[in-house]
């Protein structure tokens, strides 16, 4: 396959990618304008109206009450000024809820193992690589860890 070097095809890429990114940065300012404009009018309802305004409006909104807590947290704590690329990126899985899971693993290693296969299913995964060259498939792990967590049960009852 040949490779086409042309300074034109490496401007258009670049110009894609600056739009891209401005467009997440200017996605970002708009849900911190949102989060802002929601503090306003809960600050302005009489106490135990928010929710109930928010349910009224939310077809119309477009988002759930969660949703309407996590642009208003954001926008606490966070202003709309120029972001860095990671802060873009830290803002936007605090506000789409997709932040990190940082939750201590559980102590069984079934528990563990979903953790992993839930992961694995979110970013289209279907074989583990194990060493440089050696890959299994969810299945086969699953097979392993399970056999493994078996033995000692095994050698007990003999």
Not at 17 to 32: C, G, T, V
Not at 117 to 146: C, P
């Amino acid at each position: 396959m040949d490779i086409i070097q042309t300074p034109e095809l490496a401007q258009a890429i670049g110009v894609m990618y600056r739009r891209a990114r401005d467009s997440q940065r200017e996605s970002i300012a708009y849900l911190i304008e949102c989060g802002e404009a929601l503090r306003r009018q809960k600050a302005a309802l009489p106490h135990g109206e928010w929710e109930l305004w928010l349910k009224a409006h939310e077809e119309i909104l477009g988002f759930s009450l969660r949703q309407a807590q996590r642009m208003m947290q954001v926008a606490k704590t966070t202003s709309t000024s120029d972001f860095s690329d990671d802060e873009c990126a830290k803002i936007s899985r605090a506000i789409w809820g997709n932040e990190p899971d940082t939750s201590p693993l559980p102590h069984d290693p079934f528990g563990n193992f979903e953790r992993f296969r839930n992961w694995a299913m979110k970013h289209h995964t279907d074989f583990v690589e194990l060493s440089v060259g050696q890959r299994a498939s969810l299945m086969e792990l699953y097979a392993l860890i399970g056999r493994v967590l078996t033995l000692p049960a095994a050698k007990e009852a003999a």
